[in-house]
């Protein structure tokens, strides 16, 4: 059994530790400074807890907004020396839109930032205090859509790109490896750059040092490119139509649709950009064959066929049709993502049978909280409830178990990655706070 009041009690206790009284660190040590979407995540749990930190974190990530609308996937309000890249790296002062202070990445991260938002207004007491910071996000939270639909999607297709394998959060997913490969770096005209994550955690769990250097080449391709996406969109060969970023925009424009219409505003753009890109998703990405919806390079003008757990997020944006569900439950709930009632744990980044597996290498593999998060949500939605409870359940019992890891081994359940990793301990907080009623 587990207790999980208990359980509440210690994921409160990892969030109030890695708070920094501007933002919460993802982790100590490893991962330093402000991340865009943990910070979405983690402000969703502090929306039932401490809604005035939920405020603060938001509004601390969105002062590194560049004038652009685009929400950076890092900001450096403070220098540490335990992560690399460092904001010196960037060299984001080549750019027109991009704040001097505080320092920021060039790059984004999914946009989850408006589901935050809703959460938080949700669940805040006073509806003055809520009305004041729906006027204070609103106009940043449009720029941040718009800045997608008019940099990311350059021919107007509904389907937002991504130009970096750290913008879509799953660093060193198997989807990238085809594009990826056919990127020649040549390391003798890269930057020097050293790493720092292989100090923290198991080296042979992390990315490869070949996809360091190609990201490396990439971040170089964007300041030598003054961080113009028109240029970038010119010569970038990492464009990519990713489903989860994709699925998480849907949610966040009807998300955001709902903010309009609690502030008095017309709902109309968001609600019909929302549908758009569902319609474009369903016809461009999804894969009737096997059940789930796959990624699209772009340069290449290829299906990535690569059956990652994310290929399932659009249940979460109710992008599938009633048949497509059930297609989709078919093959999430069997072997290749850990059915119902067997002997492994929650959903895996990948499937168990696919080429290049590994329960341990970080994207490729292991299970991941916001991943389970998202699929809980989802199959919820669609009234999947068997399965979402179980989803629910093992989040709990691997967490209880083990403790707030950043991912987990599907197949023997042990936490790996950094310890105490914030969004795992904010998320598991988010399933309980929404049903028991541990509050003291
Ligand atoms: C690069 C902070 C971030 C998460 C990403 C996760 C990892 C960074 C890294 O950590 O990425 O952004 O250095 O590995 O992949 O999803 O936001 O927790």
Not at 282 to 290: G, I, V
Not at 348 to 374: E, L, T, V
Request: glycine fraction near 6%; charged fraction near 25%.
């Amino acid at each position: 059994m587990i207790d999980v009041c208990d359980l509440r009690e210690k994921a409160i206790k990892i969030l109030d530790t890695n708070w920094t009284g501007l933002y919460t660190q993802p982790a100590y040590g490893l991962y330093p400074h402000q991340w865009s979407w943990d910070s979405a995540f983690i402000a969703m749990a502090n929306a039932h807890i401490n809604p005035d930190r939920a405020i603060t974190e938001l509004r601390s990530l969105f002062k590194g907004q560049w004038e652009n609308g685009m929400v950076p996937h890092i900001v450096y309000h403070r220098r540490h020396d335990t992560y690399f890249p460092g904001p010196e790296f960037w060299r984001t002062d080549r750019s027109p839109y991009a704040p001097r202070d505080p320092e920021t990445s060039g790059i984004c991260q999914p946009p989850v930032h408006a589901s935050a938002v809703l959460h938080i207004i949700r669940n805040l007491d006073s509806g003055e205090k809520a009305r004041t910071f729906a006027r204070m996000m609103y106009p940043r939270l449009v720029a941040w859509h718009n800045y997608l639909y008019r940099e990311r999607d350059p021919d107007a297709e509904g389907l937002v790109h991504i130009v970096h394998p750290w913008e879509s959060g799953q660093d060193n997913s198997p989807i990238w490896d085809s594009v990826l490969s056919g990127i020649t770096v040549d390391p003798e005209t890269l930057p020097p750059y050293q790493r720092k994550d292989t100090q923290f955690v198991a080296p042979e769990d992390r990315p490869e040092a070949t996809d360091y250097d190609r990201y490396v080449y990439l971040v170089q391709l964007f300041y030598e490119n003054h961080y113009d996406m028109k240029k970038i969109n010119d010569v970038c060969p990492f464009q990519i139509q990713d489903v989860l970023f994709n699925a998480l925009l849907i949610r966040a424009e009807m998300d955001l649709a709902e903010i309009a219409v609690y502030l008095k505003k017309s709902p109309t753009m968001f609600e019909s950009r929302a549908k758009w890109t569902g319609l474009r998703m369903n016809e461009k990405l999804w894969d009737a064959k096997h059940g789930i919806y796959f990624d699209f390079d772009r340069v290449n003008q290829k299906v990535i066929d690569c059956h990652v757990a994310a290929g399932f997020s659009p249940l979460y944006a109710g992008v599938p049709d009633r048949d497509q569900a059930l297609r989709m439950m078919d093959y999430l709930n069997s072997f290749a993502f850990c059915p119902v009632g067997e002997e492994c744990y929650a959903v895996p980044s990948y499937d168990r049978r696919a080429p290049g597996y590994s329960p341990r290498k970080y994207w490729r593999g292991p299970i991941w909280m916001n991943i389970n998060w998202i699929l809980y949500r989802g199959t919820r939605l669609y009234g999947f409830d068997e399965y979402a409870r179980w989803i629910r359940q093992s989040m709990l019992e691997l967490t209880s178990r083990h403790g707030f890891y950043e991912y987990y081994d599907p197949d023997k359940g042990g936490g790996h990655g950094t310890p105490n990793f914030s969004w795992t301990a904010a998320l598991v907080l988010d399933l309980i706070d929404e049903e028991e009623t541990c509050r003291d």
